[in-house]
């Protein structure tokens, strides 16, 4: 039974967020990623479309989360079902970190607005 402690999680850092892998390829999944997300106060992530579903939950703080144009305010405990091909933006306004959980299939991808393309190792 593949158990994943928290001293072997693996940490990124990108756009002012930090992403905390602890279900990959690399760790034993065959078909899902997961990690933690940390979202600082202040952060705004650039706008981005994934090419995966993408399961969003919101464990500590509040965001405002805009997909495909619209923009919601998400608190602790909400969960946002993100679409293949959704456009995303994700924005902390607050004094306070906020904490995600989120779940994705192996292989997402994300394009910026300017056409860069990044294939995040959390979810690969």
């Not at 946002?80 to 906020?98: F, H, R, Y």
Request: net charge negative.
């Amino acid at each position: 039974m593949p158990v994943i402690r928290t001293s072997e999680a693996v940490t990124h850092e990108i756009h002012g967020a930090r992403f905390v892998s602890y279900a990959s390829p690399l760790t034993g999944s065959k078909e899902l990623c997961a990690w933690r997300g940390e979202i600082p106060p202040g952060t705004r992530a650039p706008v981005h479309a994934v090419t995966r579903e993408e399961i969003f939950h919101l464990l500590v703080g509040e965001l405002l989360i805009t997909l495909d144009g619209r923009t919601d305010r998400v608190s602790a405990g909400d969960t946002v079902i993100i679409n293949p091909g959704a456009t995303l933006g994700v924005e902390n306004p607050t004094d306070q970190t906020a904490i995600s959980w989120v779940t994705t299939s192996i292989g997402l991808e994300a394009e910026l607005a300017d056409g860069t393309r990044i294939t995040p190792p959390w979810a690969n």
